[in-house]
């Protein structure tokens, strides 16, 4: 904006008018200004008779203009504006670092060890006001994760509780996970290992197992999604006056469906950085469990089958060709037969109490095989003969030697899940288990499994109820994951594992196949070791 600059009078002059004004910039020196008044006074001279041809200036006075008092208030207004940005940013700074360091403890209560370098913000300088209350340290690249074992967890899972809020009269309780992530905290293991970020799973990869109608029901808030009454679910009142789907599996209006879409959407995370290669093997301790979840039922405290989410999701998104899962939870996977009882690329292989079917949930007799392309890649070891004596070490051991591992082998899978339950440890009663593996069976049993698919191998926690049992036999499955060494020592009458002396006791060998596939598998005894010809379910692949 130009302004009216110095007004110049040249004394001695005999005309009337005035010296002509120059338009001047405000920043020029009093030097430019003289040049200018000079050329100023050369065009008025040979302009006008009047002034003196001869004579230098005389009395060249020069008057400086006050400064316009719009432009003062735009400066201050600038530097107020200044003032207002550096004190916003300062509060903004510390308002992350106190996030930041409110998430850290929260990443530690859960287990997860989380530290955060110094951050320099890209709108301040050093010479910032801030620069001396914050250290300016360059962020430094996330560390790679370790090629190990994975673990996942979520302390949120631990809100799946009864409204009752008596947690003894339910053995699928929180207590469960927390223990078995404190046992892992505490002899090291854990932090040997990986430990990833657990989510939910989305409403769509439910849906790769589940109904929509039964996704909608259980993994949304009710208040959220309203759906008419035909499909709404049936609730019970249970003996301890809460509310559940059947007598056993316990609902909570606010917390179960977002704990259920947890340990699916955890167990499948850990199982994709498995199959891609970024960690070697895993282990997920999440609940509820899922294995007992049909397509349209919750049951057996289970509302979304895990394992089988996760392994639908690995033939959509990865390809994975040839996928084995183990279930050995003392309960037959009925939700994880329905699942995958018609694919022939994918091999359900349970060993489980049968009992003639009476034995929860009365599914997974031997002859249970599959149905078209997929017939013989269901396999039920189902073990019958009640507990007189239990099942043990040996029983499992030989079941997985002679039975187990062949069948597995000719499958050549490019992944392997394990439904794994530990309810078939000593420690669980009659109606929920009754059978007595000692927890270090399941260690060799783990370190068995990691010869196939290139380790590629994930366990999921399923049952187990006694804390003692299950955090060891947690503490061994992770153990061999990590590869350490497997010892421990066979009973009396047993032979690690190759037989255990039935015929000495006296009894029936309680291990019996049927198959509707007119095809011998010539196979040693589980129990007995004598060379039976049982009719083994044979898969295609082994005719």
Same mark, same amino acid.
């Given at each position: ?9 040249a004394a001695g002059s005999s005309g009337p008018g005035p010296g002509r004004q120059h338009q001047s910039h405000p920043e020029e020196t009093e030097e430019e200004l003289r040049e200018h008044q000079g050329l100023s006074s050369s065009s008025s001279s040979s302009s006008s008779t009047s002034v ?39 509060? /903004?700074? #510390? ?6 360091? +409110?998430?850290?403890?929260?990443? %530690?209560? =859960? $287990?997860?060890?989380? @530290? ?39 302390? /949120?899972? #631990? ?6 809020? +008596?947690?003894?009269?339910?053995? %699928?309780? =929180? $207590?469960?996970?927390? @223990? ?156 994880t037969q329905q699942a995958f009882y018609g694919d022939p690329n994918i091999l359900y292989l349970s060993l489980h109490r049968y009992d003639d079917g009476n034995f929860f949930p009365g599914s997974g007799a031997p002859d249970e095989v599959g149905s078209g392309a997929g017939m013989g890649f ?65 260690g060799y049993l783990t370190r068995q499994l990691m010869g196939l698919a290139g380790g590629r191998l994930v366990l999921a926690l399923e049952g187990g109820h006694d804390l003692t049992a299950i955090c060891d036999a947690s503490e061994a499955c992770v153990s061999a994951l990590l590869g350490n ?59």
């Open positions: 904006m130009s302004k009216p600059s110095d007004q110049v009078t003196q041809e001869a004579g230098p200036l005389r009395g060249l006075v020069i008057k400086q203009e006050p400064p316009d008092p719009q432009e003062q208030d735009e400066r201050e207004r600038q530097a107020e504006q200044e003032l207002l940005f550096r004190q916003q940013a300062l509060l /903004l700074e #510390q308002q992350r670092i106190h996030q930041l360091r +409110n998430y850290q403890a929260s990443m %530690e209560a =859960a $287990g997860l060890s989380i @530290s955060f370098t110094g951050h320099r913000p890209l709108s301040r300088a050093q010479s910032s006001p801030a620069s001396a209350s914050f250290p300016m340290v360059v962020q430094e690249t996330p560390a790679k994760p370790r090629f190990t074992t994975g673990l996942v967890y979520d302390s /949120l899972m #631990q809100k799946h509780q009864c409204m009752c809020g +008596n947690t003894t009269s339910h053995p %699928e309780h =929180a $207590g469960r996970i927390q @223990s078995i992530w404190s046992r892992l905290q505490e002899t090291g293991l854990r932090a040997q290992c990986e430990c990833i970020r657990g989510r939910k799973a989305t409403l769509e990869e439910l849906q790769t197992v589940h109904s929509e109608a039964h996704v909608l029901l259980y993994g949304t808030n009710p208040l959220r999604q309203k759906l008419d009454c035909s499909a709404s679910p049936m609730f019970v009142r249970l003996p301890c006056g809460g509310v559940g789907v059947d007598s056993d599996t316990i609902w909570n209006e606010v917390h179960s469906s977002s704990a259920a879409r947890l340990a699916a959407g955890s167990v499948v995370e850990l199982v994709f950085k498995v199959a891609s290669g970024e960690l070697k093997n895993g282990f997920a301790v999440v609940r509820p469990p899922g294995h007992h979840a049909e397509e349209s039922t919750p049951m057996g405290f289970c509302y979304f089958n895990s394992v089988a989410i996760a392994a639908k999701l690995l033939q959509q998104r990865l390809n994975v060709s040839k996928i084995l899962i183990v279930d050995w939870d003392v309960h037959h996977g009925n939700g269901n396999v039920n070891m189902a073990f019958t003969g009640g507990l007189e004596p239990p099942m043990g070490d040996a029983e499992y051991l030989a079941a997985f030697r002679t039975v187990v591992m062949p069948i597995a082998n000719e499958f050549a899978p490019d992944m392997v899940l394990v439904s794994s339950g530990f309810d078939v440890v000593e420690g669980h009663a009659p109606p929920l288990g009754g059978y007595k593996l000692t927890a270090k069976c399941f060494e497997v010892r421990w020592e066979s009973r009396e009458g047993e032979r690690d594992g190759l037989g255990c002396g039935w015929m000495n006791r006296g009894t029936t060998c309680p291990v019996s196949f049927v198959s509707l596939i007119p095809t011998f598998f010539s196979v040693e005894c589980v129990v007995c070791m004598g060379m039976h010809q049982n009719l083994i379910l044979v898969h295609q692949f082994l005719l």
